[in-house]
């Protein structure tokens, strides 16, 4: 007995031969429809199946003939996609139930009908990969190793590389020292055992007509019988004399499809696992965009892309795998690259239009009260620091979350920006927190926020009392840390200052109305939710001293209204930077040593904290018994590394700062924020390990005083590259410069230190794509 799709197949293809003019079936298409209705159902064709088809064969009649040629491509595409054409029940496709579309005779019929094979389309494009067919389970699970589960994953599993065969050399243009790719035809391949036949020396012979190629490999034995002769092979490799002759040693070689050369000259090479050959993949690739990429829906409208001289999704989208010609490539990969910087955009936008949509406390404070509590201050504020404290007092007030990045170079002056905002809260009752990446930092912060919020003037009462103000980080325990939650819970305490373990769940406030994060670029957007969430619709201020590239402060920062702090305290002076030689050390400690003498400080700056088993790259646990030893045995040396004990840091920064240490040996943990004023050298060892985002950060640490100061780079080698990326430290002191460069030279995931939601997901944009954001 013939199934019902094989039936349906025969009138579909009749039809076609007979142009669409829907004669197939005695009376109409849709005449056949209830009899073959019934008969999928006792044959148990998947429900979805049925009534997808179903509802396209009664519209059929109604339609042009263009319309149906559609309609009857969509019936196979269906049956195909599902597998059900050879196997009878399948598990299917899942069809979406679909509003009716009968009775519905307007003029916009066919707008309609394209609306829902839209729909139809992207429903098909979440067909997971074992039911599409072509691809095994074995190939499905091999895929899913990158993530790739359906059809609209595997559209998007663009090449790792391609192999542009349409700029070859012939083998007659080749040159000793070449390092190419050759198109030959394997003329002979056999095997030999050499020294004494412990190897296998494997050579080869290829010819692309205009001359042949040796080619030789050890111990590849397989390489006989994997590419015998009369195989299309491309081989890339070096080129390299014996006897006289040209030949390639240990090349690369794979066959290649005819069939793909003809159809283009780039070849894409994608990702591989061990269960997956290139060769399968790109037939299933080529096989998978010729029927799918032309129907992918665009969801950018014509007008749209056309102004943008974008290309068509579906092109795009084959034209980067198989693409025509390189500048088709370059097309294509623009147009992807444009989707995921704006699908990013607006998932930034909603973000922050669903923030701002809520509505937060009203903070006000009278002009006579900023007024008075600046003149307590020892110095005067700089026309950017009053900025932003005029921009936070009107978030504060305007009835909506406050959503503030502020910017500004190290040492800038935040801290005292973020002391008013805390001060226009608490002042009205509410509860503050502050949030800092590091035990020593939050301490610092809990030192300089109770100095100025408990300073009182002749009629001016103190904002907080000492007791208000507490400090919470992981080494704060048993009857402290008891007090102090009970205090949050309460209300007594109304400003605290800690680290991450702000965020763990014991952690409850009575009313806290203003979150500060500093140095965001340590947190991620998941830890800011966290703690924004402690809160009912609490104000939000983020601080950073990362200088934020105008590409990333649109992207990834968009949700956040921007302040830039431009301007520096009066009085410091750039600091002074060099880039050593290695063997140049002794100047550096020359220069620690007049330093120390007029009653200064330095840091030395160590990549690591000890010495890794392969021995290279200076540490700080090796190098502090050096120095303390061989180099100041008269100095007081301090060393400060991530695996100290919080409190033990504490004690640490805490002699330094007091003067106790002449110099402190420190990995990267001091690069945020740390202020000792009095220290104006600053040696990084290993310097080209570091961003220059965080070497940036680095010498912040010294110019903090009046004092002029110093920064001296030391990388490991003389690599040239290396030292000219490091010469950019010595030619600006601007963060903005050196943050764009850097941006440029590692990529965000590098610039932000950490991996942040969102980025990890593009594939062709980049984060330094100005031009496209
Ligand atoms: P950062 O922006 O790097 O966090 P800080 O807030 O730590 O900078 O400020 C750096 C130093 O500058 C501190 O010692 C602070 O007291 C001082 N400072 C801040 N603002 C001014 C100002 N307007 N004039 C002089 N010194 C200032
Ligand atoms: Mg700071």
Not at 675 to 684: C, L, R, S, W
Not at 742 to 764: N, S, V, W, Y
């Amino acid at each position: 007995m013939q199934s019902p799709l094989e039936k349906l197949n025969k009138f579909l293809e009749l039809e076609r031969e007979q142009n669409y003019e829907n004669r197939a079936v005695v009376g109409g298409l849709d005449k056949a429809v209830p009899y073959w209705e019934r008969e999928a159902r006792a044959y148990q064709l998947p429900e979805e199946l049925i009534s997808f088809i179903v509802e396209k064969l009664q519209e059929y009649p109604r339609l042009q003939p263009e319309q149906r040629k559609e309609i009857i491509q969509q019936i196979f595409a269906q049956i195909e996609t599902c597998g059900a054409s050879n196997k009878a029940p399948a598990q299917l496709v899942e069809h979406p139930s679909r509003h009716s579309s009968k009775g519905s005779q307007q003029p916009s019929v066919k707008k309609e009908t394209r609306e829902e094979d839209n729909t139809q389309i992207s429903k098909i494009l979440q067909t997971p990969l074992e039911r599409v067919s072509g691809v095994g389970k074995k190939t499905a699970d091999a895929l899913e190793k990158f993530g790739v589960r359906t059809l609209q994953d595997l559209l998007y599993f663009f090449p790792r590389r391609y192999d542009d065969y349409s700029r070859l050399k012939p083998i007659n243009k080749l040159k000793y020292g070449d390092e190419v790719t050759v198109l030959g035809v394997i003329q002979a391949i056999a095997s030999r055992p050499v020294r004494d036949g412990k190897m296998q020396l494997i050579e080869a012979i290829i010819t692309d007509g205009t001359g042949t190629l040796r080619l030789s490999w050890f111990n590849k034995l397989w390489y006989v019988n994997r590419f015998p002769k009369g195989t299309q092979v491309a081989v890339s490799g070096k080129l390299d004399m014996y006897l006289g002759k040209l030949v390639m040693k240990d090349p690369e070689i794979e066959e290649i499809d005819r069939e793909q050369l003809h159809t283009s000259r780039i070849v894409p090479v994608y990702p591989l696992t061990s269960e997956l050959n290139q060769k399968t993949l790109r037939r299933l690739m080529y096989k998978t965009i010729m029927q799918w990429a032309p129907k992918v829906q665009d969801f950018l409208p014509t007008s749209v892309r056309t102004s943008l001289k974008l290309l068509e999704l579906g092109i795009a989208i084959s034209q980067t795998h198989f693409p025509d010609s390189q500048d088709s490539l370059d097309q294509a990969r623009w147009r992807l690259a444009f989707d995921e910087i704006f699908l990013l955009q607006l998932g930034v936008l909603r973000q922050k239009l669903s923030w701002k949509s809520l509505p937060a406390r009203v903070f006000e404070v009278p002009d006579s009260w900023i007024e008075q509590r600046l003149a307590l201050l020892p110095y005067e504020l700089t026309n950017a620091q009053k900025r932003a404290i005029q921009e936070i007092r009107i978030d504060l007030a305007s009835g909506k979350p406050m959503d503030r990045l502020l910017q500004g170079d190290v040492g800038s002056g935040k801290t005292i920006v973020a002391a008013m905002a805390i001060g226009m809260v608490t002042y009205h009752g509410a509860q503050a927190a502050v949030m800092a990446p590091t035990s020593i930092l939050a301490e610092q912060h809990y030192r300089n926020l109770s100095r100025v919020l408990t300073q009182s003037g002749d009629d001016l009462p103190a904002i907080l009392q000492p007791e208000q103000i507490r400090l919470l980080t992981s080494d704060v325990r048993g009857a402290e840390r008891e007090d102090i939650l009970n205090g949050l819970q309460n209300g007594s305490v109304k400003l605290l200052i800690g680290t991450h373990a702000l965020i763990e769940d014991p952690v409850q406030f009575q009313d806290l109305q203003l979150v500060v994060i500093d140095e965001q670029h340590r947190f991620g957007v998941s830890q800011r939710a966290a703690l924004r969430k402690k809160g009912n619709n609490p104000h939000l201020l983020v601080m950073t001293a990362t200088p934020i590239p105008r590409s990333l402060a649109l992207t990834i920062y968009g949700d956040l209204d921007l302040t830039v702090m431009d301007e520096m305290p009066p009085g410091r002076q750039p600091v002074e930077t060099h880039v050593l030689h290695p063997l140049e050390r002794e100047r550096a400690y020359q220069l620690i040593r007049h330093e120390i003498s007029n009653g200064h400080q330095a840091y030395i700056i160590y990549p690591m904290v000890e010495q890794n088993e392969n021995g290279d790259g200076l540490s700080v646990v090796q190098e502090f018994s050096r120095l303390q030893k061989e180099v100041f045995p008269d100095l007081n040396i301090g060393m400060m590394h991530g695996r100290l004990k919080p409190e033990e840091k504490d004690e640490v920064m805490a002699r330094f700062r007091d003067g106790q240490y002449h110099i402190l040996v420190s990995t990267s943990v001091i690069e945020v924020g740390v202020d000792v004023p009095n220290a104006t050298v600053m040696v990084i060892e290993g310097a080209n390990r570091f961003g220059l985002a965080q070497l940036h950060q680095f010498r912040g640490r010294v110019g903090r005083g009046a004092a002029k100061s110093y920064c001296l780079l030391i990388p490991e080698s003389d690599d040239a590259l290396e030292n000219e990326r490091l010469s950019v430290m010595v030619e600006t002191n601007d963060g903005f410069v050196l943050a764009e460069r850097d941006l440029q030279q590692r990529g965000p995931g590098e610039f932000l230190g950490t991996r942040q939601a969102g980025f990890t997901e593009l594939k062709m944009a980049n984060l330094t794509d100005v031009h496209i954001i």
